[in-house]
Each structure stands twice: as structure tokens, then as C-alpha cells.
């Protein structure tokens, strides 16, 4: 299993590395031997433009297993400069993404690990089942696989993880709260809600 998670992971690298959207940021960690450390990873997710959110740039960090992609891995926001967790309803004071997607006991049953590889313009779309890339949010270079386990939206369409992560920063779930007080203060004073989330963005400009 840890080397169909590792070969996979390096798989998405490199298409990431080739072509990934504007604004998103996605790179393994290095360690003190300068080596990569595949299993885990630095992120940044973009605010979502003319949104509450979108002056922000957002730290995640993403912890895979040797179970991935049978398994999501963990995903944590960065704290603010101002050492505060993300103030967001869906984000535990941890920092770690309450999100269905991300939540191994949510996710059954597993799909079977496949690794999922974007076919080149003159291939047909491979069709093999496979979890969604966490790295690569849809782009017309990379179709959409079908998955065991889609991710569908609103307009019934489906998202990568760190795609969803920057749709839930505006679109909170008010019924998976993981963090009191800013599911508190969205439900009772929205106002207050986009004032405090607007600061909020201007801490994570320059992330």
C-alpha cells in the first residue's frame, strides 16, 4: 500500500507542477536533508475573488497516509499571524477542516486505489474509478474521473478537496459545526460574521 500511495502522490506532483489554477499553491515539505517529504504537504487556498474571503491566501496543510487514497488525507489550516485559529465555522480551533470529503468515517465504503491519471488531448478519458485528486481542482486538461465517492455540488457537478476547501470558506455548513463562536456569530449577526472574516483576510493577504 505505501508505495501505491507514494507513486500516486508523485504522479500528482507532477501534474500539478504542469498545470494547476491561478492562485493555488501545493508542495511537499522538504526535510532537513533536502530530500522531499511526500506525505506531507504545504497548500495555500486562494479566497474565493469578490467573496468576504477573497482578500485572503489560506495556509492548509495536508497529511497523507500509506492508506491514501483508499483513505483522504488530514487537512489543517494555518494559523493567522496573529497566532488565532481560522475563524470559521467548519474549522475546529485545531485548525483541522470539518468537511465530509476529508472525514475517513464519513467516506464508506473506500474506493479501491487506483491511481487516476489525466489522459493527454489525443486520449480518450480513462474511465477507472478513483478518488478525486486533493491537489488538482477541474480543469478543461483534466477530465473529471468517476469516482465511487463524488463530491457534488450544488449544480451537481464534482471538486477536488482543496476545491471544496476554498467553496466552504464562503458556504460554511451550518449544520457540522466544529468551532463555537464563529457558528455563533454567523447565525446571529451576520454582520459582525463579515466584518471579523474581512480583518480576518488582510492577516492572510501575504500568506
Known amino acids: 500500500m505505501s508505495g501505491i500511495a507514494r507513486g500516486r502522490l508523485q504522479e500528482e506532483r507532477k501534474l500539478w507542477r504542469r498545470d494547476h489554477p491561478h492562485g493555488f499553491v501545493a508542495k511537499p515539505r522538504t526535510n532537513p536533508d533536502g530530500t522531499q517529504d511526500i506525505l506531507h504537504w504545504d497548500c495555500v487556498v486562494p479566497g474565493k475573488k469578490d467573496t468576504i474571503w477573497g482578500a485572503g491566501r489560506y495556509p492548509v496543510h495536508m497529511v497523507f ?21 481560522l ?28 491511481l487516476y ?68 456569530v454567523y447565525n446571529n449577526n451576520r454582520a459582525e460574521y463579515e466584518r471579523r472574516v474581512k480583518e480576518q483576510a488582510r492577516l492572510f493577504a501575504n500568506m
Open 65 to 85: 497516509t500509506d492508506e491514501y487514497p483508499s483513505k483522504p488525507p488530514e487537512c489543517k489550516f494555518g494559523k493567522a499571524p496573529n497566532d488565532k485559529p
Open 87 to 114: 475563524f470559521h465555522p467548519n474549522v475546529y480551533p485545531s485548525g483541522k477542516i470539518c468537511l465530509s470529503l476529508l472525514d475517513a468515517d464519513k467516506a464508506s465504503p473506500p474506493p479501491p486505489p487506483l
Open 117 to 184: 491519471l489525466p489522459p493527454l488531448p489525443s486520449q480518450p478519458p480513462r474511465s477507472s474509478p478513483s478518488r478525486l485528486s486533493p491537489l488538482l481542482p477541474p480543469t478543461a486538461s483534466q477530465p473529471l474521473p468517476t469516482s465511487p465517492l463524488p463530491s457534488p455540488t450544488r449544480d451537481g457537478s464534482r471538486r477536488s478537496p482543496s476545491n471544496s476547501i476554498q467553496t466552504l470558506l464562503d458556504d460554511p455548513n451550518v449544520g457540522d459545526p466544529a468551532q463555537e463562536e464563529p457558528y455563533r
